[in-house]
């Protein structure tokens, strides 16, 4: 697991072992999670108001239902400025991907999107499944090759070709698509890697049950002891961010990646890449795929 390569958060490199385990070939699509919906009647974190309680400073007025939408800018931006491509639009989530005046027409079979971790993991339950560990997830995404950057091996697009759904060109503002995708794809759109997984990097970032936490110095781990087996990561207090302490709201670990990250901004579409996400915060490219344990 890890890099040393690319973001301090993921390292140290190091060895750990897992138990057997099936998991999903692609994210959940929109015509699975609408399945769940139906049959549960679940309504997702974005099609509720805000609880008040955890965020003290909100004007109640804004308090409305909503999710995070990437809108492209129209010219070069500060890239420490997150605000500047995201909105959090009103009456967006999973069925108004791009707001209220949308809906998943053609999308069928892409990621659900504008969802969180309670409810992937409501999803999860009803499907008899579990969200993957941060571990099991990076298993999967390698496919049997160890240590690469890409779930396919160390050149992002060996001879040009396109081999996950993720921006091509200058981000925010100006995308290439090369690959064919302005935003999410339709599962299995791109080769699978060695597993037979699909879309393990790329395409939308994917939930996991751990908590996120930074691991430390940066240096391999080096060690005369057998492996940490299932490694649970980290623990819900220490999983709240440093940077707004008035919020708390604790973060999971997502991985993989999505269409949105580029070469120039967010190289996180690699099986070692990780990033936290406030358990109650969606956004228009995240989503989730479940595990099932031997």
């Known amino acids: 697991m890890g890099s040393t390569r690319f973001y301090p958060e993921e390292a140290p490199v190091r ?25 549960t009647g679940h309504v997702t974190t974005a099609e509720q108001s805000f609880d008040m309680a ?5 004007d109640p007025a804004d308090a409305r239902p ?23 639009c009103y009456g967006a989530d999973w069925r108004h991907p791009l707001g209220p005046d949308s809906d998943l027409t053609g999308l069928d079979d892409h990621p659900v999107v504008h969802v969180t971790a ?3 993991e409501a999803y999860a339950a009803w499907a008899g499944k579990a969200l993957p560990s941060e571990a099991e997830w990076e298993y999967a995404a390698r496919g049997g090759i160890e240590g690469a950057e890409y779930a396919w091996g160390d050149e992002l697009a ?18 290439q698509m090369l690959d064919g995708w302005e935003r999410t794809s339709p599962v299995g759109t791109f080769p699978a890697n060695g597993y037979g997984l699909y879309d393990m990097v790329g395409n939308v970032w ?28 980290g623990r819900r207090r220490d999983s709240f961010d440093p940077a707004t302490p008035g919020v708390r709201v604790p973060r999971r670990v997502i991985k993989g990646g999505s269409h949105l990250c580029a070469a120039n901004y967010c190289q996180r579409y690699r099986p070692a890449a990780r990033h936290p996400q406030m358990v109650d915060s969606s956004t228009s490219h995240i989503g989730f795929r479940c595990i099932r344990r031997a």
């Not at 800018?73 to 890239?79: E, I």
């Not at 049950?209 to 940490?228: I, L, N």
């Open 15 to 39: 060895k750990v072992a897992v138990d057997s385990f099936w998991i999903d070939e692609t994210p959940v699509t929109n015509r699975q999670f609408a399945r769940f919906v139906d049959e």
């Open 54 to 58: 955890l965020y003290a400073d909100i």
């Open 66 to 88: 909503g999710s995070l939408v990437f809108r492209r800018t129209s010219t070069p931006v500060d890239l420490s400025d997150p605000s500047q491509w995201w909105e959090y």
């Open 118 to 120: 309670p409810d992937a």
């Open 158 to 175: 060996p001879d040009g070709a396109m081999l996950a759904n993720y921006w091509q060109g200058l981000f925010p503002f100006a995308n």
């Open 206 to 233: 994917e939930i996991t049950a751990d908590w996120f936490q930074v691991r430390g110095t940066g240096k391999p781990a080096r060690s005369c002891c057998a492996p940490e087996r299932n490694p649970g990561g």
